[in-house]
C-alpha cells in the first residue's frame, strides 16, 4: 500500500510517498532525514497534539485553552475532541494543571495550556 502525506515537520512542506514492502516501509519525496523519519511514523501510526478550549466555570473567560502533554494517536482525536466537549472546569486552574488524566485511555493527559483566575464579582452587579 502507497500512503500520501503533506510532511509538517518544517515550512518546506514536502509531499511524501510512504510504501511498505515485506514489513519495510520506504519514503520517498522527503528533502532530509527528518522527513523519512517523519514518513515512516505516518505511515505507521499518525499521531497528533490535541489542542482545544473547555468550558470553564467562573473564570475570567468562558473556556480554557488546553494542549494534550504528548501526541495521542490521530485516529482518537475525534473521540477526545467529544470527552472535552462535555468536561467543565471550576477556576482558577494554573497552566499545566491536568484537566482529564488518561484521556480516552490513550495514556495521554490533558493540561491547560494558560492559566485562568477566578472573576472577580462586583459589590453591585
Ligand atoms: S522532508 Fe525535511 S525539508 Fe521536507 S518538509 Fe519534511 S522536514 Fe522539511
Do not use: Q, W
Not at 28 to 43: M, S
Not at 46 to 59: E, F
Not at 76 to 94: H, I, K
Request: charged share 30%; proline share 6%; net charge positive.
Amino acid at each position: 500500500m502507497i500512503k500520501e502525506f503533506v510532511c509538517i515537520v518544517c515550512p518546506n512542506s514536502c509531499r511524501l510517498k510512504a510504501a511498505e514492502t515485506e514489513g519495510e516501509i520506504t519514503v520517498t519525496g522527503n528533502e532530509c532525514a527528518r522527513g523519512e523519519k517523519h514518513g515512516i511514523h505516518e505511515y505507521r501510526e499518525p499521531t497528533r497534539m490535541l489542542t482545544t478550549t473547555v468550558a470553564i466555570r467562573g473564570g475570567t473567560l468562558p473556556r480554557l485553552p488546553v494542549i494534550s502533554r504528548e501526541e495521542v494517536p490521530r485516529a482518537m482525536l475525534g473521540r477526545c475532541l467529544e470527552a472535552l466537549y462535555r468536561v467543565e472546569l471550576n477556576a482558577p486552574l494554573r497552566c499545566g494543571d491536568v484537566v482529564v488524566k488518561n484521556i480516552c485511555n490513550t495514556g495521554v493527559d490533558v493540561v491547560a495550556s494558560r492559566s485562568m483566575n477566578r472573576k472577580e464579582k462586583r459589590p453591585y452587579g
